[in-house]
T-cell receptor, first 116, second 111 residues
């Protein structure tokens, strides 16, 4: 069973539409992140949340919003999608506690979003 | 401003030989470094990490070397196997616990 799941896995939408990407995790981690991957640019941080009441902007938050509905759920919204938001989106989690590194993040399988 | 750089977009290595992937960083506040591996249609998976208090960390076939004075780290894979063919990302972090990723290097291990 996947520990970090993302829905949908693929989505094609039109310019101006509102779209939500969802992330759920069963790892019991308190920290969650949203990244986008573009060719030649690597992974860039959009938003992150260190607990349910904590939301922080990453390096490329313009045009995006997030909601942390519960410790296990973190959704990313594009209020009015534009073509340059076409990318691969990843959700990730990490734990501030436990025996492993607090810096190690666990990624979901990704959502491929195309904005026409 | 790319704080973590992987200057080689791709690398091809013969099976059984050593693969060396390089990464440079500019932010002197980074004190922990990680390597992730990514297969197509999957999310990145953690491979190995190193703290700035060390200069080497080894895990099986994978070794990461850190040269703080040069702000450079490298990942060595010995021996390389066809299953190692993937995109490798280096990442760095400091006290903020956020990861800054490089642009990735695509490794192809040929038979």
């Amino acid at each position: 069973d996947a520990d970090v799941t993302q829905t949908p896995r693929n989505r094609i939408t039109k310019t101006g539409k509102r779209i939500m990407l969802e992330c759920s995790q069963t790892k019991g981690h308190d920290r969650m992140y949203w990244y986008r991957q573009d060719p030649g640019l690597g992974l860039r941080l959009i938003y992150y949340s260190f607990d349910v009441k904590d939301i922080n902007k990453g390096e490329i938050s313009d045009g995006y919003s997030v909601s942390r509905q519960a410790q296990a759920k973190f959704s990313l919204s594009l209020e009015s999608a534009i073509p340059n938001q076409t990318a691969l989106y990843f959700c990730a989690t990490s734990s501030s506690r436990g025996s492993g590194s607090v810096y190690e993040q666990f990624f979901g399988p990704g959502t491929r979003l195309t904005v026409l | 401003d790319q704080q973590v750089k992987q200057n080689s977009p791709s690398l091809s290595v013969q099976e059984g030989r050593i693969s060396i992937l390089n990464c440079d960083y500019t932010n002197s506040m980074f004190d922990y470094f990680l390597w992730y591996k990514k297969y197509p249609a999957e999310g990145p998976t953690f491979l190995i990490s190193i703290s700035s208090i060390k200069d080497k960390n080894e895990d099986g076939r994978f070794t990461v070397f850190l040269n703080k004075s040069a702000k450079h780290l490298s990942l060595h894979i010995v021996p390389s196997q066809p299953g190692d063919s993937a995109v490798y990302f280096c990442a760095a972090t400091g006290t903020a616990s956020k990861l800054t990723f490089g642009t990735g290097t695509r490794l192809q291990v040929t038979l």
